[in-house]
């Protein structure tokens, strides 16, 4: 198998990982193994779904940061931590540097597995929550 494949399977492996860890930790907060088949359904779908929405907007807020939209936040922080260090705001530099510099550092990374694996859980949790409207919701 190529190398490529591998780090890629294990990319989707951590990531399937880490949403099945937040969707166990959904069901046992909620008792799963004490309740009825109605229930044990919901709790189900509202793990699923948690973990997807939890892993999409992680990826959505990765794709906003390798942009560069939080980059005025941390100028403004670092110049923040610079007016109490002595001497700190005379290396200060303007924004359009400090911008250019930090863009020019950024390496562009591919975490689609992310917003894969958290679109598909969230697809789960929601084909779980027809299933239980359709099965046991009583109008």
């Known amino acids: 198998m190529k190398e490529e494949t591998k780090v890629k399977l294990i990319k ?3 990531c399937c990982g880490v949403e099945l860890l937040i969707a166990f930790l959904v ?3 909620k008792g799963f ?3 009825s088949a109605a229930v044990n ?3 189900l779908a509202d ?4 973990a997807g929405i939890l892993m999409s907007l992680f990826a959505g807020m990765m ?3 390798s942009e560069g939209a939080l980059i005025g936040i941390s100028f403004v922080l670092r110049n923040v931590v610079l ?3 002595p001497m700190g705001r005379a290396r ?3 924004y359009a540097d400090y911008r250019a510099r930090k863009l020019s550092e950024a390496k562009k990374r591919n975490n689609s597995c992310i917003l894969v694996t958290g679109l598909f859980f969230l697809i789960i949790g929601v084909v779980l929550t027809l299933i239980w409207y359709v099965k046991f919701y009583n109008v």
């Open 47 to 50: 793990a699923f779904f948690v």
């Open 33 to 35: 193994f004490t309740q």
């Open 41 to 43: 359904v919901q709790i």
């Open 83 to 85: 007016t109490f260090i």
């Open 12 to 14: 989707y492996g951590v």
């Open 92 to 94: 200060q530099e303007r």
């Open 27 to 29: 069901i046992w907060s």
């Open 63 to 65: 794709y906003v940061s």
